[in-house]
C-alpha cells in the first residue's frame, strides 16, 4: 500500500477544491442528496484510471465524508464544500475501516 499521506493528496487532486451543493435537499431518513456532489464523485472515478486499487477506496471516503459535511453544512444554510473541511485523521481511519471490510 502507498503511503497514506500521498495517497490522500494524490487522491484530493481528483476533487474540485470547492463544491457547490446549493441543489442539495435533506432527505427524512436523517440522509441528504445533491447532484452537485455526485457528479464529484463520478468525476473523481472517471479521472482514476486504475479501478480495484487503494485510490477507489480512498476516492469513496473522501466522498463519504464530504456528503456528511455537506448535509451538516445544508443544514445550517452553508451551500458549498470545500476539500479543507476534511478532517485528515477521520478520512484515515474511515480509509483503514474501509479496507478492513473488504479483505
Not at 441543489?23 to 445533491?34: A, I, K, P, T, V
Request: hydrophobic fraction near 35%.
Amino acid at each position: 500500500m502507498e503511503n497514506i499521506e500521498r495517497l490522500i493528496q494524490d487522491t484530493l487532486k481528483l476533487f474540485p477544491e470547492e463544491i457547490d451543493i446549493s441543489d442539495g435537499e435533506l432527505r427524512n431518513d436523517n440522509g441528504f442528496f445533491s447532484q452537485k456532489l455526485s457528479k464529484a464523485w463520478h468525476s473523481a472515478e472517471d479521472k482514476n484510471a486504475v479501478t480495484g486499487n487503494d485510490v477507489d477506496f480512498m476516492i469513496w471516503c473522501i466522498y463519504g465524508l464530504l456528503h456528511k459535511i455537506s448535509r451538516e453544512k445544508f443544514a445550517k444554510g452553508i451551500y458549498s464544500v470545500s476539500l479543507n473541511d476534511i478532517n485528515y485523521e477521520e478520512l484515515k481511519q474511515k480509509y483503514k475501516k474501509a479496507l478492513q471490510e473488504a479483505e
